[in-house]
């Protein structure tokens, strides 16, 4: 059977209605009536139907999962994540920097918490996470990231998340990424580095996100694995 005709059964079985199904899965109810008349061949969004419908994602698409489906089949669940930068503390690059060459990517299934988030990767530069527990993040890493502009609606920042932070200064000229762990207090919050390194000093925000020396801080990142290639 077919995801549409698996769809409208299940959907059927549970006695949801499209819209029913799209309040509780928090997709649009125009994007089931598309996948049930096979306008719409996307799977991406599979995971919060099966979540909402109580099932395994291959009771709606036989093929998810299935190792022995060819290479079209695993291709089309998987999306180009891009490379956007190296995170490295304490050095300000100028905007300039960040936009020019290729753009490397590489390609992956949707993040299994924030499937309907971007995601972005990030090189390692530097020592400042090389004390992160329970893994440290080294030179060379490769961070894979969520958009948190994507998920801040539903995802506040809390004690021990690890992030990447973006400070701006010179009116947005120069901009510096780095990867920090996260410790709020009443009156601020502080992205922490993790590092034997004792050069590495925390970035210390008070509530209104503006940091003392007027530089713009701000979360753009939510780390969600870190990966590193070995190139034999």
Known sequence: MTIADNLK??????KLSQAKLAKEAGVSQQLIS???N???SSTTELPKLARALGVAVSEIDPSYGDVSSDVISVAGRM???RTVGVVEAGTFREVDEFDQGEPDEIYLPPDTKYPNARQMAFIVAGDSMNNLLPRPILPGDKAICVAYADIASEVKLRDGMVVVVQRQRD???FREWSIKQIEIYEDRTVFAPRSHNAKHKPIVVPRDFEADNGEEVEV???LRRVVNDYDF
């Open 220 to 222: 753009i990142a939510l």
């Open 38 to 40: 096979n306008v719409n």
């Open 171 to 173: 009116g947005g000229h």
């Open 34 to 36: 598309q996948l049930e």
């Open 9 to 14: 059964r299940l959907r059927s079985e549970k």
């Open 79 to 81: 999306s180009p994540v």
